[in-house]
């Protein structure tokens, strides 16, 4: 038997070697990880790009000329808009400005973008496709040029001698007149749009086409009739002949073909054209600036050296609240942080990312998300030593449980996140794809630095030294339970030492919860509050209304010129006083020339000119040296229609989700209206303090979205993991109610750490940045509320009612049950009650005994209701 036990020993510490080295070589995978997250991110300002509202970028006007001299209308130029935008995003320039100024302009500004003919190329070509066959134009000389290939000019130069040399000189195309040829097939029988290499020995670049069903029958008839003689297609966009291939053979397949020694960018921009679908109306170039932040380089810096004084605050409380274990917390932090920055950068490289206000509240949302998921794991942690686990066994199953709690929430939060990337536009995917890509970071984070780091300290260190660690108390109130259950000669928990286990929980210490609270006992009020709150915030929101910022009801804009040294500043305080405190305000440069472009709500021309002139009074700017016009709203029809069916489409999503994962669709239903009762709440102070609802209060919003659901799934989680358990006997009430208690010390910690940041922005940041803040602020403040007072209340009543669970409430009463620290079974009210009055007397007999008696007489009371 010794050998025996010698060998089991042996085995133990072999297996228990394995899993300590497996762990160390994640840790190591984890510090390579961050060593090329850093060579991928630094320096930030130069590797992660930059939006509009950051950093500027250019500011191009294009006037619309309809080709048959008839007006142009409203629905030409919003559909122009939506087209424009479209290209602009399909090039990589996210987060850019696209908006219809005037009766016939539209005013585009890309971040970061300096070069006016590259824009211009990209976003303002009409994008008209059309193929012909050669046969089929009526003009001979302009037929005998194609065919002998003279429809290319520019390029090359061809010497006396017949040697051809490349110039600097850009290709230019023959414009052939429209009605002088029969079109074949044109852009609306395009299906996709690809680019690819001429051949494999090319270095030019072919944009290849796909035909719908129509388009194919045309093209196939065509090119075999063609094929036997030869015979050319002209490929004809925006009126210039770019190619005209001769027909080798019958194309059946609907393939197509368009070459004209395009470079990979020309070919990208082509595709970007054709994908899009072509302009209703023609547009030429009227002007074009550079054009600074809309944030302001003050506002900006100002938000972030607040939210990183707000951020070290957060440390700071994580390290006093879990001592050495909130090191780990904060290490997750930065572990996150790099990896994050190093993806963004990585993005940025490939011009797929431009980091905007939108994507900064992305970024605060799921660092919020990384000090939750630390929280509750070095929560769930301790709570296992409390139950009377060893350190060891505890980091292995509660850090376990804790990830995929944390990972369950995560993918309820990621479903919202991609639906809003690939269904919204504008701003609102920016947000979509932070979102995702910060989530995706947090289960990196999870599984490759903190389980590990976890297991590999707990076993050692932190068994070594439990007080600097924090686990002390943790094991202070194991063995005190197990010390009572020893002195009664009962296990722990036994109902015979109930009142002792009550009066034993409230001496222990440590900063958890000794004693159940009664959230769910009070629940009726606790709705009755939330059902008021949202009463008078649709009261609000109908009688005072919302005010919306330029971006979504449009306004006027104003070019001033030739400012001198006039700081945004100044500009933003001229503005505030002569009546416009929201005004949008960006530097610009043209031609050297410093100047402001400054746009408002105010969508009266001449009340804006009386604005504009009491500005420039201020400032000593001259009359002559401003503009006024009109603009449309940047996020217009299209751009809201789109997001409100990606947020409708997400709700639905995540009903599905959660009803899946945790077998049961009515979780999924409460987590939706709690979601709503938030954003309503939210909206309904905005109509209260008439803030202005900008896309930066979207973003806000959007990202109250995803602490609502986050928070609203930890609570589920906890509830259904309770329920699957067999030794508990209790109403669903009362284990719903004991589940909000498990998870409360993590909501309010999470809470502080997420509010902390976003409370410092809103008293000292810019003014730029309220908006988000206040969103932000107030969202917080009702996310973990709602989950306690809204979500658990509504799930718990509903659950009540099915069969299985109403039998419960008939064997162990409608009183919900207290949890006393260390035991399994709840107790009643009267007994919770009991122990509270004898911890309060003196000790003497005669208090004991009125104490005993005023806890029969409530048990008679409540046995009578």
């Known amino acids: 038997m010794p050998e025996l036990g010698k060998q089991k020993s042996r085995g133990k510490k072999k297996l228990d070697g394995g899993t300590d080295r497996r762990n160390v070589w994640l840790l190591v995978a984890t510090a390579l990880l961050l060593v090329a997250s850093v060579a991928l991110f630094m320096p930030p300002q130069e590797k992660i790009n930059q939006g509009l509202d950051i950093q500027g970028g250019l500011s191009v006007v294009l006037s619309a000329e309809s080709t048959d001299g008839s007006a142009i209308t409203d629905e030409q130029m919003e559909s122009s808009r939506s087209i424009i935008e479209s290209r602009v995003d399909a090039l990589g320039a996210s987060e850019a400005v696209v908006q219809v100024q005037g009766d016939n302009q539209i005013l585009v500004q890309i971040p970061g973008l300096s070069d006016t003919e590259a824009a211009l190329e990209a976003i303002g070509r009409t994008g008209k496709l059309e193929f012909a066959r050669l046969d089929s134009f009526t003009d ?9 290939g003279g429809y290319v000019t520019g390029g090359t130069v061809t010497d006396d001698f017949g ?58 008839d065509a090119t075999a009739e063609l094929a036997p003689i030869k015979g050319k297609i002209v490929i004809i966009l925006d009126g210039e002949v770019h190619s005209a291939p001769a027909v080798q053979s019958e194309i059946p397949n609907g393939e197509v073909s368009i070459t004209g020694g395009y470079d990979l960018e020309d070919a990208q921009a082509l ?20 054009v600074g932040p809309t944030l302001g380089q003050d506002a900006l810096r100002s938000g972030v050296v607040v ?38 950068a990585l993005l940025s490289h490939f011009d797929l990312f431009s980091l905007s206000l939108a994507g900064v509240a992305g970024i605060v949302l799921t660092i919020g998300m990384a000090a939750d998921s630390s929280i509750l794991t070095l929560e769930r942690f301790c709570e296992e030593i409390r139950m009377g686990r060893s350190v060891r066994a505890a980091s292995m199953t509660g850090v376990r449980h804790a990830i995929l709690t944390s990972i369950d929430a995560d993918l ?89 286990t009550v009066e034993a929980a409230r001496k222990l210490k440590g900063r958890f919860i000794k004693l159940d609270i009664n959230f769910l006992g009070a629940r009726k009020v606790l709705l009755s509050v939330s059902a008021v709150l949202v009463a008078l915030s649709i009261a609000f929101m109908g009688v005072r209304g919302l005010n919306f910022g330029i971006e979504f009801v449009g306004g006027t804009s104003v070019t001033f010129t030739q400012t001198g040294d006039i700081t945004i500043d100044q500009m933003r305080d001229a503005m505030a006083q002569a009546g416009e405190p929201d005004a949008v305000i960006q530097t610009t440069q043209t031609n050297g020339e410093n100047g402001f472009l400054v746009r408002t709500s105010t969508t009266d021309a001449e009340e804006a000119t009386a604005h504009a002139t009491d500005a420039a009074e201020q400032l000593g700017i001259p009359t002559e040296n401003f503009q006024v016009s009109t603009i449309g709203p940047d996020w217009g029809a299209s751009v809201v229609r789109s997001s409100l069916i990606a947020f409708v489409v997400s709700l639905l999503l995540i009903i599905a989700y959660i009803g899946i994962r945790f077998r049961d669709y009515k979780m999924g239903i409460v987590a ?72 409360f010390v993590r909501s309010i910690n999470t809470s502080i750490t997420s509010l902390v940041p976003v409370v410092a922005m809103l008293l000292f940041g810019g003014e730029t940045l309220k908006d988000f803040a206040l969103a932000m602020s107030v969202g917080l403040a009702v996310g973990v509320y709602s989950s306690i007072a809204v979500a658990s209340p509504l799930y718990a009543m509903w659950k009540t009612r099915e069969p299985r669970y109403a039998k419960l409430v008939r064997r162990y009463g409608t009183n919900v049950g207290i949890f006393a620290f260390g035991n399994p079974q709840p107790i009643d009210q009267a007994s919770a009650e009991l122990a509270s009055d004898a911890d309060a007397t003196d000790g003497t007999e005669q208090s004991s005994k009125q104490s005993s008696s005023k806890a029969k007489k409530k048990s008679k009371r409540s046995a009578k209701r």
């Open 412 to 500: 309820v939060s990621m479903v919202s996140a991609l639906t809003l990337f690939f269904l919204a536009s504008a701003s609102v995917k920016g947000f979509g794809l932070t979102l995702a890509l910060g989530i995706m970071c947090d289960i990196i984070m999870m599984l490759l630095f903190k389980a590990p780091l976890i297991r590999v300290l707990a076993p050692h260190v932190m068994r070594k030294h439990p007080k600097f660690w924090n686990i002390k108390a943790s094991q202070d109130a194991a063995a005190a339970v197990q010390e009572a259950a020893r002195e009664t000669g009962d296990t722990p928990g036994s109902c015979t030492t109930k009142s002792f």
């Open 672 to 743: 939706v209206v709690t979601l709503l009762h938030d954003l309503i709440i939210v909206i309904g102070v905005y109509a209260l303090v008439g803030r202005e609802v900008t896309p930066n209060t979207i973003a806000a919003l959007l990202t109250i979205l995803g602490y609502s659901l986050y928070d609203t799934v930890v609570v589920f989680h906890r509830i259904n993991d309770n329920m699957q358990s067999g030794d508990i006997k209790c109403t669903f009430m009362t284990m719903a109610n004991h589940s909000v208690n498990q998870v």
């Open 163 to 220: 040697n051809t040399f490349a110039t600097d000189s850009a290709v230019e195309y023959m414009e052939v007149e429209e009605g002088t040829y029969t079109p074949l097939i044109t852009g609306e029988n395009i299906e996709r749009v690809t680019v690819e290499k001429e051949s494999d020995t090319s270095a030019y670049y072919a944009v290849a086409l796909r035909l719908d069903a129509e388009g194919t029958k045309a093209f196939a």
């Open 140 to 148: 001979e000389t302009v037929r005998s040029t194609i065919d002998r």
């Open 271 to 290: 595709q970007a054209v054709l994908e899009s679908g072509s302009l209703p109306v023609s547009f030429e170039y009227e002007q074009s600036q550079s």
């Open 307 to 344: 939210a990183g004084i707000g951020l070290l605050l957060v440390l700071v409380y994580l390290l006093f609240f879990y001592n050495g274990l909130g090191l780990i917390a904060a290490a997750a932090m930065v572990v996150f942080a790099v990896i994050y920055l190093g993806i963004l």
